[in-house]
């Protein structure tokens, strides 16, 4: 056999070849490199399958999909739909820990720098909770130190993107391409960004918990959050301790409104994997079905809700009652009515909340670590050294009965015991009403402003007037004051 210096070249080509065609065939280039992928929902629809990318593979908008890997251990075997993990009868020794569950906080990009950065060193640090069972969703895709923040919209359908609701969600790159800081922090280049950003924010919500249950399929249980809401997670766990994960619960704050009861999603609230395989589990093209159903609507819980309830999984805790239950609150502590009904009631959320609060129930709840915290205990630690017996310039937010020189002849009365010729005389001065509420059994609170007083059985801290701020010359001094000792009677 003659070899020439031609065939000496050609034998290493022939060699590279036959193993690049080699790797080819042991590859599958379909699957991403992040875990499991998205799950095909356009497969069982293919009109929509011509107007969109399905889950898992890059849009062909020009913004950016789904490109970093989740914070979660990859699966050895990535599969489209994780295998059900439902099993009956729970031992009396589990306990969850935060490595049970997916904690899940929901952004923006207009709110992100003005309400996030603070979650990150309380809420998701790693001293409260593992980083692997924490993820963000928002509607751009971002990082912020070993923070990735998913881009949750980016496969929403071509045709749902066309619709005015996304202007935002397609203006918001420009902002930033154009070196304009939408936080608004008081500093050169402030600007509030696109209005709207809360439009987009219902198109969130399926797909999130589609993508939450798909990529962590070991979580017991999906604990959603706000931007402006504080969980307090160790009472959070306690309370979920008390249901059994792989049955269908679906946990929160009572809400209504379209004919759906459904969990406040400001408060924050729990889906049990139980409840996740009967809905999103079984059906991998849920988001889409409801795209149309969603811009219909004007809020994403109220959407999550609604297709939950058609796939067999309703608000409440005793198998879906619908019943509202104290715990997950939809307002902030100093909006909320403490009273006899919810006293010693283990507290588990506020909403609305700022940088402030978040970080002073931080640090609440790390003094609380390792016992239950009621209603009580936080209205002792937080609010009662600051309200005094009278305060000028205050509103406490009372106002189950209102008495004042229109009504004075036949004003509303409580049923419980109370002093009508004080009551009918609250209306005269601040000492006047205060004394009318003495003389009423229940009333823990009133508040006084030129011929009104108001008086509640509720506990309201509410707010006052500083020094300094315009409404002193304004508005007309209002006067509230609070029956503390009373407290005493409400017993746990």
Not at 167 to 195: C, F, K, T, W
Not at 200 to 226: C, R, S, V
Not at 234 to 240: I, M
């Amino acid at each position: 056999m003659i070899v020439s210096y031609k065939n000496n070249r050609l034998v290493p080509a022939v060699i590279v070849a036959a193993c690049i065609t080699f790797v080819y065939y042991l590859i599958d280039p379909s699957v991403e490199n992040y875990g499991s992928p998205l799950p095909d929902w356009r497969s069982q629809n293919p009109q929509a399958a011509k107007t969109t990318a399905p889950w898992g593979t890059k849009p062909t908008s020009t913004l950016p999909a789904w490109t970093e890997p989740p914070p979660i251990p990859k699966q050895t075997e990535p599969s489209i739909k994780p295998t059900p993990i439902i099993e009956p009868n729970p031992t009396s020794s589990d306990s969850l820990s935060p490595s049970d569950i997916l904690l899940i906080m929901k952004t923006g990009s207009t709110s992100l720098y003005k309400r996030l950065l603070i979650h990150l060193s309380t809420t998701l640090s790693p001293q409260n909770i593992p980083p692997e069972n924490t993820v963000i969703y928002s509607d751009n895709n971002q990082t912020i130190g070993s923070f990735r923040i998913i881009d949750i919209l980016a496969n929403i359908s071509t045709q749902t993107k066309s619709l005015p609701d996304f202007d935002i969600y397609h203006q918001q790159p420009l902002y930033d391409s154009n070196n304009v800081y939408v936080e608004a922090a008081g500093v050169d280049g402030d600007n509030y960004g696109p209005a709207g950003g809360w439009i987009i924010d219902k198109y969130k919500f399926m797909p999130l918990m589609q993508h939450a249950g798909t990529n962590y399929p070991k979580a017991k249980w999906y604990i959603y959050m706000e931007d402006d809401t504080y969980l307090f997670l160790d009472n959070v766990l306690r309370y979920l301790n008390g249901f059994d994960w792989r049955q269908s619960h679906y946990l929160g704050s009572f809400a209504g409104k379209s004919d759906v009861v459904f969990a406040h999603g400001g408060a924050g609230f729990a889906l049990s994997r139980g409840a996740w395989e009967k809905t999103f589990g079984k059906k991998e093209d849920l988001p889409g079905e409801y795209e149309k159903y969603t811009s219909e609507h004007c809020c994403g819980d109220q959407v999550l809700g609604y297709a939950l309830r058609e796939s067999g999984v309703k608000f409440g805790e005793n198998n879906g009652d619908g019943k509202f239950t104290w715990g997950f609150n939809p307002i902030v502590h100093w909006r909320f009515g403490f009273s006899r009904w919810n006293w010693c009631v283990p507290l588990l959320s506020w909403h609305k909340v700022h940088n402030r609060d978040v970080a002073r129930y931080f640090e609440l709840e790390r003094k609380w670590k390792g016992k239950q915290m009621r209603h009580k205990d936080f209205f002792e630690e937080m609010i009662a050294s600051d309200l005094k017996k009278r305060q000028e310039w205050w509103d406490n937010l009372s106002e189950l009965f209102s008495v004042s020189s229109g009504n004075k002849e036949n004003p509303p009365v409580p049923e419980s015991s109370h002093d009508l010729g004080l009551w009918k005389k609250g209306w005269e001065s601040v000492e006047a009403c205060e004394r009318a509420c003495e003389g009423w059994e229940n009333c823990v609170q009133w508040s006084y402003v030129e011929d009104l007083c108001k008086m509640d059985d509720k506990l309201i801290m509410g707010q006052g007037y500083a020094p300094a701020m315009s409404e002193r010359k304004t508005a007309l001094k209002r006067t509230s004051g609070w029956l503390k000792e009373r407290l005493d009677k409400w017993s746990c």
